[in-house]
């Protein structure tokens, strides 16, 4: 049985996966993000005997309005990165695929970029994803909102040195 491996990669090498996971039966809507091509953006995947089965992007992004400012007083020279696009292809969920992917991306990131002390991870957790996230170490910010096609959405964050 082969390793799964886990590595940075170009935005075109996980648009497909990240659309049939993240839009299922919209396909073959186009998955792109407006900052997929930007420098401070960084696409990652996990693949298992050469496929890619999981898939997530950081960016270089402020954050939103609706996370308090509680959270940003917690470090005075705070990097923001937003996950997007995080997920797993079915038959490989609840295998611990999804957090390693987040551990590798972090380490990766921060390796070059970043310093986990003072790195604030924020995204958009689907309402069924809520708790793996918390289980990674990330926390809960605001009320639900709804994201038209998709469902229930609530803000997550957690400064990076907290994510396990």
């Not at 491996?5 to 809507?29: D, H, K, N, Y």
């Not at 038959?91 to 590798?104: A, D, E, L, V």
């Not at 926390?139 to 998709?150: E, L, R, Y």
């Amino acid at each position: 049985m082969t390793k799964t491996t886990f590595q940075i990669v170009e935005a075109s090498e996980i648009v497909e996966v990240r659309t049939r996971i993240l839009r299922p039966g919209q396909w073959p809507l186009p998955e792109h993000y407006p900052q997929d091509h930007l420098s401070s953006t960084y696409h990652f995947s996990a693949k298992y005997e050469g496929q890619t089965i999981g898939v997530a992007t950081f960016m270089v992004n402020s954050l939103p309005k609706d996370i308090s400012e509680s959270v940003v007083a917690k470090s005075e020279k705070t990097t923001c990165l937003q996950l997007r696009g995080m997920g797993v292809l079915e038959p490989f969920q609840r295998q611990g695929i999804g957090g390693k992917i987040i551990r590798f991306a972090t380490q990766l990131f921060c390796e070059e970029h970043c310093d986990p002390q003072t790195t604030l991870i924020w995204f958009n957790a689907r309402e069924h994803a809520i708790a793996f996230y918390q289980k990674l170490g990330f926390q809960t910010s605001g009320d639900f909102f709804d994201v038209p096609k998709i469902g229930a959405h609530k803000i997550m964050w957690s400064v990076l040195r907290d994510v396990s």
